[in-house]
């Protein structure tokens, strides 16, 4: 009678065999609607589904922990590089009341921005927010050659 350790083994390669066998199906299967549909046979760009990605983590974070105050690694350099690109030393807080502002952290106290600079602020805010979320992703898109 054989083992529990070599039957358990043989079942999990039994259930792995089944699960690459289902995943050769799928792809024969999205092959074959491509081309019905007229198109190439090749799977889109990996690119397309990569800023996708990066778009979802970086509102995420734009969204959440930049204005929270989190002390993570990534959040601080994302300030950092705003501070840099506003040439002022930038700041987040909550009115009382009111949405949430960005404001000049002077010797003096904080300041608000004016509404140009507030939306200078944002739009370079997001930026680097994305470049920095796409720097940090593991995998670059590989570029298939089309022959």
């Given at each position: 009678?054989?083992?529990?350790?070599?039957?358990?083994?043989?079942?999990?390669?039994?259930?792995?065999?089944?699960?690459?066998?289902?995943?050769?199906?799928?792809?024969?299967?999205?092959?074959?609607?491509?081309?019905?549909?007229?198109?190439?046979?090749?799977?889109?760009?990996?690119?397309?589904?990569?800023?996708?990605?990066?778009?979802?983590?970086?509102?995420?974070?734009?969204?959440?922990?930049?204005?929270?105050?989190?002390?993570?690694?990534?959040?601080?350099?994302?300030?950092?590089?705003?501070?840099?690109?506003?040439?002022?030393?930038?700041?987040?807080?909550?009115?009382?009341?009111?949405?949430?502002r960005i404001v000049a952290i002077e010797p003096e106290g904080q300041r608000p921005l004016s509404a140009e600079e507030e939306r200078r602020a944002r739009h370079a805010?997001?930026?680097?927010?994305?470049?920095?979320?796409?720097?940090?992703?593991?995998?670059?898109?590989?570029?298939?050659?089309?022959?």
């Amino acid at each position: 009678m054989p083992d529990m350790h070599t039957l358990q083994m043989r079942i999990m390669l039994q259930s792995y065999e089944q699960q690459l066998l289902a995943a050769r199906r799928l792809a024969r299967f999205r092959v074959k609607r491509r081309l019905a549909a007229g198109e190439k046979p090749q799977d889109p760009d990996p690119a397309v589904n990569r800023r996708v990605f990066v778009e979802k983590v970086a509102r995420e974070l734009y969204e959440t922990l930049i204005f929270t105050g989190s002390a993570n690694p990534v959040v601080e350099d994302i300030r950092a590089e705003l501070s840099e690109a506003m040439g002022l030393e930038v700041g987040f807080t909550y009115p009382p009341g009111a949405r949430l502002r960005i404001v000049a952290i002077e010797p003096e106290g904080q300041r608000p921005l004016s509404a140009e600079e507030e939306r200078r602020a944002r739009h370079a805010l997001w930026r680097i927010t994305r470049q920095k979320v796409d720097q940090s992703m593991l995998e670059r898109p590989r570029r298939e050659a089309v022959c």
